[in-house]
């Protein structure tokens, strides 16, 4: 069993340790909620005020060319491009992650016969979205459990979303296997970017869409991104035509012509204050060597996993243990998981609940120590061991989200 001594020599070495001063946390708390609200990093707090002050006070309407805002939206896909390996050009920032998929599997549906497929399981957004999409297209719509989601992939389906990390179990897709079987995907990686090693390109990617105030610390209600591989850019069409995914929005014409590339995905005026908050994370980000960044998640699931067998093997592992099989949060279920979390969250351990039983922590290895997770676990040891938890003001109240 490993020592705290042990844990303690493990963050000495951590070559990631210093990404953690880079980060504006508050004393006196572990957070291991960054798979759902991202830290601030401080780079972005500075950003955002010469943004503010400067380049919107000052400048004015002139910053759209002088600061280059205009295309903002390919030069931050650009880089999460490096993040995803894909080419430049093949990602926009855009819109929520709901909107991003509406328009993608929009279009993806409108170039094959057939019907919509959703995970029924995935976060309910992206069946919604799927669910209207099947309807405006007059088409069948399925939605069957994630277990079962490759058997459903057949060939009278056009068009499916598939997470590709599931946001409560942390379970993770054979992206090529899954990819192969022909339906065209959409893939919603909000909890893979900036979270896992992807490779868009090698393992034959055609669509995806994901969150930018996840990992990527792009800040509340970031804008999304999505991708849309080379060849199908000019094949797809959004649903929504507007005006700054014309091939010239400022000849304004009147006549809809779609932007020849990724820029057609686009369809109003960029939300500029959000999209700057993003680039800084996405910066952060890609100052870090992708390989070490998961090799950390993964040790860092490795020790809470076996921590919480030895000291609260009452809460109950539901994320897969091989490593390629599950993301970078690890989540645990027992009856009263609501009333655990919000009993940690006093505690200043910060994690959050999923419905119906599900207690989650993310593990972002730019934030977090080896001994963070230590004290983690030991604190939810503390909860269980003391019933801290039966608390009246644990079992009623306001939502965790
Ligand atoms: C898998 C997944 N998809 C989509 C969303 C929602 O994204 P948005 O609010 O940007 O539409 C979330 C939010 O947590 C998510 O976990």
């Known amino acids: 069993m490993t020592t705290l001594q042990e844990v303690r020599a493990w963050d000495a070495a951590d070559p990631l ?6 980060f504006a946390l508050p004393e006196g708390v572990i957070y291991l909620d960054g798979n759902s609200l991202g830290a601030l990093p401080r780079a972005t707090a500075a950003r955002m005020r010469d943004v503010i002050e ?16 205009v295309s903002a939206p390919q030069r931050v896909g650009d880089k999460i491009a490096r993040l995803l390996g894909a080419a430049p050009g093949e990602v926009i920032v855009a819109d929520s992650t709901s909107v991003c998929l509406f328009k993608l599997l929009m279009a993806a549906g409108e170039t094959r016969d057939g019907a919509i497929l959703a995970e029924s399981d995935n976060f309910p957004t992206d069946a919604h979205v799927a669910g209207r999409v099947a309807q405006l297209l007059g088409r069948d719509y399925r939605s069957v459990p994630r277990a079962e989601i490759a058997d459903a ?20 897709h054979d992206m090529p296997a899954l990819t192969a079987r022909g339906p065209r995907i959409v893939w919603d990686l909000s909890h893979s970017i900036g979270a896992v090693p992807l490779d868009l390109q090698r393992d034959g990617v055609e669509l995806a869409v994901g969150c930018g105030y996840k990992y990527l610390n792009g800040g509340p209600g970031a804008p999304a991104f999505l991708y849309v591989a080379s060849k199908l850019q000019t094949e797809l069409q959004s649903p929504i035509a507007g005006w700054f995914g014309h091939a010239a929005p400022f000849d304004f014409s009147t006549t809809f012509e779609p932007a020849a590339g990724i820029g057609r995905f686009l369809s109003g005026t960029p939300a500029m ?11 952060l980000m890609l100052e870090v060597e992708q390989a070490a960044l998961w090799a950390k998640s993964a040790r860092l699931y490795d020790l809470f996993a076996a921590r919480m067998v030895a000291v609260c093997p009452e809460l109950l592992n539901i994320t897969p243990a091989q490593a390629d099989a599950r993301g970078s949060h690890i989540s645990f279920a027992h009856p009263h998981a609501l009333a655990i979390v919000r009993a940690l969250i006093e505690r200043g351990v910060i994690g959050d609940f999923r419905t119906p039983n599900i207690a989650r922590f993310g593990l972002t290895p730019l934030t977090l120590s080896y001994e963070d997770v230590w004290t983690a676990t030991e604190t939810i040891a503390e909860v269980m061991a003391s019933n801290a938890w039966r608390d009246d003001r644990f079992n009623s109240g306001g939502i965790v989200t």
Do not use: C, K, M, P
Request: charged fraction near 30%; proline fraction near 0%; glycine fraction near 10%.
């Open 17 to 22: 340790a210093d990404f953690r001063n880079r």
């Open 54 to 69: 400067r380049e919107w006070g000052e400048g004015l309407i002139r910053s759209w060319n002088e600061q280059d805002w």
């Open 153 to 172: 992939l057949t060939s009278d389906v056009a068009a499916a979303v598939i997470a590709h990390v599931d946001y409560r179990s942390g379970s993770r």
């Open 273 to 283: 204050l959000g999209l700057l908050a993003l680039e800084s994370g996405v910066d």
